[in-house]
């Protein structure tokens, strides 16, 4: 049966595939930096499909907007045009691959063992006062105080970057 | 108030009467596209004649005046005349993302163009999280511009692409600070929702002076955001020849050319939507005869109206101001925009917590 939603599916999900490939097999930094871009445009189509527009939004502001940006600054401000990746040669290649097929091993088992529960997804945008009810709550399924440990790591993070850009 | 949703109601309707509703679906979401697209080439023809005639105002000329009826038909020409005009490959370009460079930002704007509300009950994309959508929609336009720079091979064009990112980055930051000043105020992210709260005063006049200092900082950063008025740094014509398109041609750079209007149109009809009611006409609680007479006003008529005018204030701020130094942008963004909107955004939860505004 298919349907448009399948059809949707297919073609984020393609999308996504051909992106991901390529942006490791790409010689070119800022290219592969564009192809995570679209995979990341790919990811947040997901989220859209799935009504969860909160998600798809957050998606785009913070890894499209957010940390692609910071990559290709970060490209932009250290290498030339005419870098390029080099090849890999002798044991980084078999480090490599051996990572590669375990990663992808791991993947495949928990897909393949896990029993996935009947899909009871409600139809339907999520609110965005619970969302943020549960964000910010202290109750049981409160989650504030990983908000605010993330909060204080990123000021961390602020602090440790002023010190290491104002060392003289 | 007319409610458009009516007649899509009704297309869909008879369009799931003679086929499935997938193809139905389909079907609508490739004529609503065609439809924004239109309203987009038309929106931006009309804000590039606005600008060269606004512009020769304040510089004491006429402006276009020999093709059409008052020059109206010029911008038509030109448009068909950079449809046919050569696109350049630069040699140790790396092609691909310079191709791909002008699309990113053309597509980051076409997302945010449809989030906004023209009339009741037309509006493209409401998600309910619609102001974040919007704000991460307009964030994607940055990587266009750097890729546009960076892949250029030219010097002019990277320094502009990093003045460009460097004040865009900062800028969205004041826009987000006074977008939530107004969310604050109306506990809502969707913009139907937004403007259905106008309908007993805009929220200018309901959050007065909170919504006043929000507004004006809007309007700044917002000029700032679409690299225009005294903020054009990354095109400064004297130093950068034409900042990161400089080495773009035919209907590359006028997809760049485009995406800026627009731009602009979408960063005044966004101000028009949160600060002075969107499609809502002017209603003052209390006079009823003089509501009812304002309702028969159509609700894009009042949109238009208002986002246009927004155009005008950004417009005559461009004209008048001289251009600004780098430093002097980040300075104001950082040093005095973003506290003097974080304070604002306490002032107006204080206003709200305390039912103080109107």
């Known amino acids: 049966m298919i349907t448009l939603d399948l059809i949707v599916f297919t073609v984020l999900a393609l999308f996504i595939t051909v992106s991901a490939v390529l942006a490791v097999t790409t010689k070119r930094i800022l290219r592969a930096a564009t192809y995570l871009l679209f995979v990341l445009f790919g990811t947040a189509g997901i989220y859209f499909q799935l009504n969860y527009s909160f998600l798809g939004a957050v998606q785009l502001l913070i890894y499209a907007g957010g940390i692609t940006v910071l990559y290709v600054f970060s490209i932009l401000l250290t290498s030339s045009e005419g870098d390029k990746a080099e090849k890999l040669k002798g044991y980084k290649l078999v480090i490599g691959l051996i990572a590669t097929v375990a990663a992808l091993g791991i993947c495949l088992f928990i897909m393949l063992k896990n029993p996935f529960v009947p899909s009871n997804f409600e139809h339907g945008e999520l609110d965005v006062r619970t969302i943020g009810h549960a964000l910010m709550g202290t109750g049981k399924d409160g989650y504030v105080l990983p908000f605010e440990v993330i909060s204080i790591l990123l000021l961390a993070c602020i602090v440790g970057g002023i010190m290491i850009a104002r060392k003289r | 108030m007319f409610d458009f949703s009516v007649v899509t109601n009704w297309i869909h309707a008879q369009l799931t009467a003679v086929m499935p509703v997938g193809l139905a679906v389909f079907l609508e979401c490739v004529v609503i596209g065609i439809c924004l697209l239109l309203m987009y080439v038309v929106v931006a023809i009309i804000m590039i004649y606005?600008?060269?005639?606004?512009?020769?105002?304040?510089?004491?000329?006429?402006?276009?005046?020999?093709?059409?009826?008052?020059?109206?038909?010029?911008?038509?020409?030109?448009?068909?005349?950079?449809?046919?005009?050569?696109?350049?490959?630069?040699?140790?370009?790396?092609?691909?993302?310079?191709?791909?460079?002008?699309?990113?930002?053309?597509?980051?704007?076409?997302?945010?163009?449809?989030?906004?509300?023209?009339?009741?009950?037309?509006?493209?994309?409401?998600?309910?999280?619609?102001?974040?959508?919007?704000?991460?929609?307009?964030?994607?336009?940055?990587?266009?511009?750097?890729?546009?720079?960076?892949?250029?091979?030219?010097?002019?064009?990277?320094?502009?692409?990093?003045?460009?990112?460097?004040?865009?980055?900062?800028?969205?930051?004041?826009?987000?600070?006074?977008?939530?000043?107004?969310?604050?105020?109306?506990?809502?992210?969707?913009?139907?929702?937004?403007?259905?709260?106008?309908?007993?005063?805009?929220?200018?006049?309901?959050?007065?002076?909170?919504?006043?200092?929000?507004?004006?900082?809007?309007?700044?950063?917002?000029?700032?955001?679409?690299?225009?008025?005294?903020?054009?740094?990354?095109?400064?014509?004297?130093?950068?020849?034409?900042?990161?398109?400089?080495?773009?041609?035919?209907?590359?750079?006028?997809?760049?050319?485009?995406?800026?209007?627009?731009?602009?149109?979408?960063?005044?009809?966004?101000?028009?939507?949160?600060?002075?009611?969107?499609?809502?006409?002017?209603?003052?609680?209390?006079?009823?005869?003089?509501?009812?007479?304002?309702?028969?006003?159509?609700?894009?008529?009042?949109?238009?109206?208002?986002?246009?005018?927004?155009?005008?204030?950004?417009?005559?701020?461009?004209?008048?101001?001289?251009?600004?130094?780098?430093?002097?942008?980040?300075?104001?963004?950082?040093?005095?925009?973003?506290p003097i909107g974080l304070v604002n955004l306490l002032l107006m939860v204080v206003v709200v917590v305390f039912k103080l505004h109107f």
């Open chain 2, 50 to 338: 606005m600008e060269r005639k606004v512009c020769a105002a304040f510089q004491c000329r006429l402006g276009p005046n020999r093709v059409g009826p008052a020059g109206t038909v010029q911008v038509i020409c030109d448009v068909f005349k950079m449809l046919t005009k050569e696109i350049i490959i630069i040699r140790h370009a790396d092609k691909f993302l310079y191709n791909l460079a002008p699309y990113i930002v053309i597509i980051a704007s076409v997302l945010a163009f449809s989030c906004i509300p023209i009339n009741k009950g037309m509006e493209i994309l409401d998600f309910n999280v619609g102001v974040l959508f919007l704000i991460a929609a307009s964030s994607i336009g940055v990587v266009g511009i750097l890729l546009a720079g960076w892949s250029s091979n030219n010097k002019y064009s990277l320094i502009g692409a990093m003045r460009s990112g460097a004040q865009m980055i900062s800028y969205e930051l004041s826009i987000g600070l006074s977008i939530l000043t107004i969310v604050v105020l109306t506990d809502t992210m969707q913009f139907s929702e937004i403007v259905e709260r106008q309908a007993d005063g805009w929220f200018i006049f309901k959050g007065h002076i909170p919504a006043l200092i929000a507004f004006i900082i809007y309007l700044i950063a917002g000029n700032a955001e679409v690299n225009r008025g005294p903020f054009d740094l990354p095109e400064a014509e004297s130093e950068l020849t034409a900042g990161y398109h400089t080495e773009y041609s035919g209907m590359h750079f006028g997809l760049f050319y485009v995406a800026e209007f627009v731009n602009l149109f979408i960063i005044s009809a966004i101000a028009a939507t949160i600060f002075l009611g969107g499609w809502m006409p002017l209603h003052i609680p209390g006079l009823d005869g003089f509501n009812t007479v304002m309702d028969y006003i159509p609700g894009f008529v009042w949109f238009f109206g208002k986002a246009f005018f927004v155009v005008l204030l950004l417009m005559w701020i461009k004209w008048t101001f001289p251009r600004l130094r780098i430093d002097q942008i980040l300075t104001l963004e950082w040093k005095y925009l973003v």
